[in-house]
């Protein structure tokens, strides 16, 4: 019997040894935590992961916690029951009461045990778990610092994209006025030109009228031309006498003669070489000069018709009276060498 007291005393020490290794383990363990979790706090600042990892550190400390206080409660447990049993005397307890007290008593600290083993699995468990979640974080820091520099870049090339575009639209804006300036110049100068082409064409027409006027001032030149063509013959056989006449009056004659000749030719040479408006005033001359010996040559003829008969055309009166209608169409030099010219 006492024997068995000894040996279920030395089963108690063992098991209360053990339980206050335990303790111990699970203090040392408790203060490990909280050092971690103390140096954690100070070398990651950052907001999200100290919070995980702090509302992990406190779920395995209050575990501890639990595991501690349900130690301290199996080894008070068994310090009463060692006092209760070096307490009681032999004969109070029987062999099977305290063999039954044994089996409880191992019972409880097998059970005691398994919870430890079970608080020791869920917290390797959650030192997993808590690897696990430190490394998520880490992969979603390594995302968000990559996403980052990516909205980085894209702020970067959408800023330079923007700076060229309102770069392109100055440019755009430039070329844009250079155009329109461009345009009113060629809009004026258009106008200019149309304006021009206006003066021009009228001109022209001007110039084509005139040259139309001149025109039919040399074609009446010319009918004037041909009609003092004809006349200057007639003339010429009217002056001429069919008897001898005095040397002054036939010299005269043909002294007067010749200036008309010359002022055909020179009236003609005037209009092939002269400027447009020297050529119709030469031509408005010529005119005068053609037109006055005709009317002359024919109003010396219808008063010849007037008064003398054919038969009188070879006499002195009508000799004298057409030299001195010829005399005052040209307007000749008077001769001095003989006496008639000195006489008309």
């Known amino acids: 019997m006492m024997e068995d007291n000894k040996q279920l005393a030395q089963n108690f020490d063992g098991a209360l040894h053990s339980a206050s290794q335990e303790v111990t383990n699970l203090h040392s ?33 209050t575990q501890l916690q639990e595991e501690v206080k349900l130690l301290s409660q199996l080894k008070e447990m068994l310090n009463k029951d060692l006092q209760k049993m070096q307490g009681c005397s032999a004969n109070a307890l029987s062999a099977t009461e305290l063999r039954i007290q044994l089996a409880e008593k191992e019972h409880e600290l097998d059970r005691a045990k398994e919870a430890l083993q079970a608080m020791k699995c869920d917290r390797t468990r959650l030192k997993a778990e ?22 980085r870049d894209f702020i970067r090339n959408y800023d330079q994209h923007r700076k060229e575009s309102d770069d392109a639209v100055k440019s755009l804006a430039k070329e844009k ?36 006027e001149l025109e039919a001032e040399l074609s009446m030149a010319k009918q004037s031309l041909a009609t003092l063509t004809k006349d200057v013959p007639k003339h010429h056989s009217v002056a001429m006498p069919s008897e001898p006449v005095v040397n002054g009056t036939q010299e005269w004659v043909m002294q007067a003669e010749l200036p008309l000749t010359a002022a055909i030719r020179q009236s003609q040479q005037t209009l092939c070489h002269c400027h447009p408006a020297d050529r119709q005033a030469a031509l408005r001359t010529s005119l005068c000069h053609s037109r006055q010996p005709s009317i002359l040559s024919d109003t010396s003829a219808a008063d010849g018709d007037r008064s003398s008969t054919p038969s009188d055309m070879n006499s002195p009166h009508h000799r004298t009276h057409s030299l001195c209608n010829v005399r005052a169409a040209w307007h000749p030099r008077p001769i001095h060498g003989g006496p008639r010219g000195s006489e008309a």
């Open 177 to 212: 006025d250079l155009l329109e300036r461009e345009k009113w110049d060629l809009r004026r100068q258009t106008k200019e030109a149309t304006e021009h082409a206006g003066l021009l064409h009228s001109q022209i027409d001007m110039k084509e009228n005139r040259i139309k």
């Open 29 to 61: 363990e408790l203060s490990a935590t909280s050092r971690r979790l103390a140096e954690l706090r100070a070398n990651n600042p950052t907001g999200v992961e100290n919070n995980h990892q702090h509302v992990l550190l406190r779920e395995e400390v």
């Open 130 to 151: 808590k690897v696990d979640l430190v490394n998520q974080m880490q992969q979603l820091y390594t995302t968000l610092e990559s996403h980052e520099e990516q909205l």
